[in-house]
């Protein structure tokens, strides 16, 4: 999973980018993505290795109308390989650093508008491609031109191409495509501490708007503040965060809504050698899932025992567990859940 961080000029796209994936010099990198159950399983059985789960970020270049088409347009198809968007909205002041809406709501309306004018063109030309081809089509390319012709209304209508209702076939026919429009998008408000306290900023409600109207997933969170917590120690953190209403970072928080936007939930194994968390799609069974640990695992699989997380928070040990008999045994085809803890039972 690669998430492309996207957004105007100075709207602090590197500083989340850093704050993600730590003080690198590139523009790709890996985050570990902080959960707090991780922490206490791996207090809990005190493994020689404890693994998060991770996520690779891009960060882009920051997008203005000022930019030349081509500059544009070389910026735009970064966004190709990535599988979902974080939008980096600027709302924090700061006279010291230029910027060229001074106005969140203004702002993300650009990113929205160009994102969906670059859909519109690939519709657009594609359609035309398929008209004049001095021969017949074939069924495949007839089921893609009755899609984008459905793409092109929808964005013609100022509607994303994730918000059309659509078939699977359709979807199979423009998955070639690579609409960006059909990739998820998270707005990341960028506030200053002022603003956050205030919960106001210059274009809050347009914001929101965009937000509700494309039912994107929004977090507002204070970028260059929370780098400044992370340098913190533990308790002092803590502190900061309770002072400012709450209970865990901005960082914390995105892991959340970008799992939930994608998804995405987490599992876990446990044990003497390592304690993990796995990151597999909503709705995928014990089976599948098995084989994210291994192919072998998922041929020789058996059966698996499940704890809940929140049960062994509750029970504290696996004694408890089993003598409260909230160890619970899944077949195949039943459905892994957010924070299960998993033991696999396989042969090869
Ligand atoms: N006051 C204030 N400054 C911030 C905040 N977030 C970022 N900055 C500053 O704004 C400047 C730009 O931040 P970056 O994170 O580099 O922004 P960017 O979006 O990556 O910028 P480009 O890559 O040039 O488009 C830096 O000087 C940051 O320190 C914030 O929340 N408050
Ligand atoms: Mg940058």
Not at 235 to 260: H, P, Q, W
């Amino acid at each position: 999973m690669k998430i492309g961080i996207y957004g105007a000029p100075y709207s602090g796209k590197t500083t989340v980018f850093k704050l993600l994936v730590g003080e690198i010099n590139e523009s790709i990198g890996v985050a570990k993505i902080h959960d707090r159950r991780v922490d206490y399983l791996s207090e809990m059985y005190n493994p020689k290795k404890t693994t998060y789960a991770t996520m690779e970020f891009v960060d882009l270049p920051g997008l203005s109308p000022e930019l030349p088409r081509k500059e544009k347009n070389q910026i735009l198809g970064k966004i190709q390989n990535v599988d979902a968007l974080l939008w980096v909205v600027r709302a924090f002041q700061d006279e010291s650093v230029p910027s060229y809406f001074n106005d969140a709501g203004k702002e993300s309306e650009y990113l929205h508008d160009e994102l969906l004018i670059r859909d519109l063109d690939m519709a657009e030309t594609n359609i035309e491609k398929l008209k004049n081809a001095k021969r017949k089509l074939t069924r495949e390319e007839e089921h893609q031109l009755l899609a984008l012709e459905k793409c092109e209304s929808a964005l013609n209508d100022g509607k994303f191409v994730n918000l059309i209702d659509l078939s699977d076939d359709e979807k199979r026919a423009l998955s070639s495509f690579g609409f960006f429009t059909m990739k998820k998008s998270i707005v990341a408000v960028n506030l200053d501490e002022e603003s956050f306290r205030k919960n106001s900023y210059k274009g809050k409600e347009k914001v929101n708007d965009i937000v509700n109207e494309n039912s994107l997933s929004m977090i507002e969170m204070c970028g260059k503040l929370e780098m400044e917590i992370n340098e913190l120690e533990e308790d002092e953190r803590k502190e900061f965060l309770n002072d400012l209403g709450l209970k865990e970072s901005g960082i914390e928080r995105l892991a959340k809504i970008v799992y939930s936007s994608l998804d995405l939930i987490s599992f876990f194994t446990v044990g003497e050698d390592e304690v993990k968390a796995w990151t597999i799609k909503k709705g995928m069974n014990f089976k599948k899932a098995a084989g994210k640990i291994h192919t072998d695992i998922e041929r020789g699989f058996i059966r698996a025992e499940v704890i809940k997380f929140s049960d062994m928070e509750k029970m504290g040990s696996m004694k408890e567990i089993k003598a409260n008999g909230l160890l619970r045994l899944e077949g195949k085809d039943s459905i892994v859940e957010d924070g299960d803890i998993v033991n696999i039972r396989f042969n090869v």
